[in-house]
Nanobody
Framework: QVTLMESGGDLAQVGGSLRLSCAAS????????MGWYRQSSGKQREMVAL???????SYADSVKGRFIISGDSARGTVSLEMNSLTPDDTGVYYC??????????????WGQGTQVTVSS
């Protein structure tokens, strides 16, 4: 069984910073991608930042230049440094990992979510 444990969600002021972390545990093989999605009230879950093949990083347009993703795919860890926060960054942030499971193939795993609230 693979689980993702997130931490770092909190209440922040506009213009402030937060750092989210996620660590995977369990039996998994090669991690093809790992990153962060968020779901704001009344909106669909959207990709925020993603690391693919341990090298390629992609960001949503709304966070480019403000958020930085880093991680160690081999260990199943990923972090998200969030700067210059705005109220639009408010939402539940989910860690997502695509990894190979022996005898099964590639599966997608989600964390339970961590709340980020940005207040003025």
């Amino acid at each position: 069984q693979v689980t993702l444990m997130e931490s770092g969600g909190d209440l922040a002021q506009v213009g402030g910073s937060l750092r989210l972390s996620c660590a995977a545990s369990g039996d998994f093989a090669m991690v093809s991608s790992m990153g962060w999605y968020r779901q704001s009230s009344g909106k669909q879950r959207e990709m925020v930042a993603l690391i693919t093949s341990g090298i390629s990083k992609s960001y949503a347009d709304s966070v480019k230049g403000r958020f930085i993703i880093s991680g160690d795919s081999a260990r199943g860890t990923v972090s998200l440094e969030m700067n210059s926060l705005t109220p639009d960054d408010t939402g539940v942030y989910y860690c997502r990992m695509a990894a190979g499971i022996v005898g099964v193939g590639v599966q997608i795993f989600w964390g339970q979510g961590t709340q980020v609230t940005v207040s003025s």
